[in-house]
């Protein structure tokens, strides 16, 4: 019989003591109660117990799933022509690969930017609105692929991924990331910082997701913009923290995604790749070099 | 094909331009609910107490009602603790022990909500907070559970595994948004010491602090989260807040009236 794959740090784990059991504890001259465990009574802001809990190898949630994320303006917002053929290329990878995908805002998402910061609604207002648009999206690519197995997965779902991949289904899910009224305030501006590409990418670190695919309009990352120098090189390979100490005037990806990254335990690189050129996505989810790779 | 644009100012634009002068502030932001205290009862420190601790502090609660306008978030506390250190134990990654952690403020909001029923206490669902207006107008409290919606979309932590955007976070950020009067963080000590004051007799007492300075001191250990100083340096609205001991009977109210009782904390 095969033996099952042990869970890293495992093998190292000390067998529990038979004294080893819950307690309750009640603190001397305080009247407080606790339940025992190595942060009972701890400020949980001391730094060194916080490095006490580094820990090198996570347990991998997800990590035969590709996350692939479909970019709102990149790809839906561009209709039948870009979506259609993008749809295809995932069915027909959809036996070789575990495809979980994710939708963004796009357009109507920037209008409701625009118009929320004209009347004067905070940061954490915007990003409590522009969720819906990303769900408008991910209802348009679950129906485009319904027939093919395609299954949307609420939030609250998550859960039962494992399910829906394993028979052979295509879930798809909102990447907007549920912020909402806690959305962090920028420097300047009121655009949420945490926006799809982040809630994607997020989602394929908590889950070590075996790879993070972002579908777009663009090659991946250039040197310039290619609308003023169309002489534009694009750059294969490059780090998080190099791609923003090169300080580009724009970025194909939020630079929330470049600073999480940095501090990735799990899914450590990324892909950007042009989802107008066809198979693309393929060669991408071969793990071929196409597009532009970031990592940490 | 082109996107199709619907014609406005960002059409077309990246959001991701370092250049952010299409996105710098129009006009005034608005204070969605200026006249509400937004209080943080403590887990560890008021929560995990029972009775004792909690039965007086709902008295004084109950008391202001007629004056001030509030909504409570809990804290987690020891059973927050004890899952850390389990889902650690097991390896899983920081957005997992947000879920986790959130449960646990969940509960304590429940608790807080019995309590509080026959004095007007509302729980309220992060779904229905298009509600909180007419709670307060018809004179209730409504208790709200810490934490930020983030669980699994957590940012992994900058040192070890704990998410650094706990029930702090997500109270302060609360208030943030909704423009509030006070952000007050009842809990058990009189502010902020220079060091944990249950384990260093010695740590002195800071009544009131800059977020620069305290950023820049570097405290091995602080009463409130290291997150919610980093985003009170982009405070719109509620650039101070204020750490008192709700334990001392009278210090909420003196705190909802405006006066300086424990450590206040403000952006500069």
Redesign the interface.
């Known amino acids: 019989m095969p033996t099952e794959p042990k ?3 495992a093998e190292s784990a000390t067998p529990a003591s038979p004294e080893a059991g ?1 307690k309750i504890v009640i603190e001397q001259g ?26 090198e ?3 991998p ?1 997800l990590p035969d799933v590709h996350l692939v994320h479909l970019g709102g ?2 790809t839906i ?3 039948a ?2 979506l259609l053929p993008l749809v295809d290329e995932i069915v027909r990878n959809r036996l070789e690969h575990k495809i979980l995908i994710g939708v963004g805002g ?3 998402e ?2 409701t ?3 929320a ?9 915007l990003a409590q609105l522009t969720g819906v648009i990303c769900k408008q999206n991910a209802t348009m690519v679950y129906y485009l692929l319904a027939r093919h197995g395609g299954v949307r997965i609420a939030r609250e779902n ?1 859960h039962k991924l494992p399910y829906y991949l394993n028979a052979g289904g295509i879930p798809v899910i909102v990447d907007m ?15 949420p910082k ?2 799809p590409d982040t ?1 994607s990418y ?2 394929s ?2 889950y ?1 997701c075996r790879s993070s695919i972002f579908v777009k309009d663009v090659d991946g990352v250039l040197t310039e913009d290619p609308k003023i120098n169309p002489r534009a090189k694009l750059i294969p390979r490059v780090s998080a923290s190099e791609l923003l100490s090169m ?9 929330a995604v470049l600073e ?1 990254l940095q ?4 899914r450590k690189e990324i892909r950007i790749i042009n989802g107008l050129v066809p198979g693309n996505l393929t060669r991408a989810l071969n793990g071929e070099d196409v597009g532009t790779v970031i990592y940490q | ?6 014609g ?13 002068a ?9 204070r ?1 609910m200026p006249s509400v205290n937004v209080i943080k009862i403590g887990g ?1 420190s008021i929560m ?3 009775r ?2 909690l039965y007086p502090l709902i008295d004084e609660i109950v008391a202001n009602k007629a004056t001030h306008k509030m909504i409570l978030g809990t804290g987690g506390g ?2 927050s ?2 899952v ?3 889902a ?1 134990d ?7 022990i947000a879920r986790l952690g959130t449960l646990i403020s969940h509960q304590n909001a429940k608790i807080l909500h019995m309590l509080m029923c026959k004095h007007g206490g509302v729980f309220v669902l ?1 779904d229905s ?1 298009e509600h909180l207006a007419l709670y307060l107008h018809a004179g209730c409290i409504p208790i709200i559970e810490g934490m ?15 998410p650094e ?2 029930t702090d ?2 109270v302060y ?2 208030g ?4 509030a009067r006070s952000v007050i963080f009842a809990k058990d000590e009189d502010g902020l010491y220079t060091d ?1 004051p ?1 384990k260093n007799p010695k740590a002195e007492f800071i009544p009131k602090i800059s977020v620069s300075e305290l950023i820049h001191r570097d405290l ?7 997150k919610v100083l980093e ?1 009170m ?5 509620v650039r101070q807040l204020q750490i008192i001991n709700a334990l001392k009977p009278g210090t909420l109210t003196r705190a909802l009236n405006g006066e300086h009782v424990g450590t206040i904390i403000y952006a500069d």
Do not use: C
């Open positions: 869970l890293p740090g819950v305080r009247p407080r109660v606790h339940v025992e465990s190595p942060l009972m009574m701890e400020s949980l802001l001391d730094k060194q117990l916080i490095d006490r809990t580094y820990k190898h996570e347990v949630i303006q990149g917002d561009r209709g022509e870009v796009g357009i109507r920037r209008h930017f625009a118009l910061t004209d009347l004067g609604l905070p940061t954490g207002g998550f990331p549920p912020y909402h009224f806690w959305e962090h305030m920028p420097r300047v501006g009121r655009i945490h926006r809630g997020l989602i670190e908590v070590s300080n580009l005037p724009d970025l194909p990806i939020e630079r999480i501090l990735a335990r799990n | 094909m082109e996107p199709k644009n619907i406005t100012v960002y059409s077309g634009l990246s959001l991701n331009q370092a250049d952010t299409y996105f710098d502030d129009q006009g005034e932001e608005i969605i560890q995990d107490r029972g004792s601790g020891t059973r603790r004890h850390y250190s389990v650690m097991l390896g899983m990654p920081t957005g997992v992060r907070f930020p919606p983030y669980e699994i979309y957590e940012r992994p932590a900058r040192g070890g595994r704990i955007s706990r976070t997500g950020l609360l943030e948004v909704l423009g944990d249950k091995n250990d602080l009463v409130v989260e290291r985003l340096q982009n405070a719109r609205h």
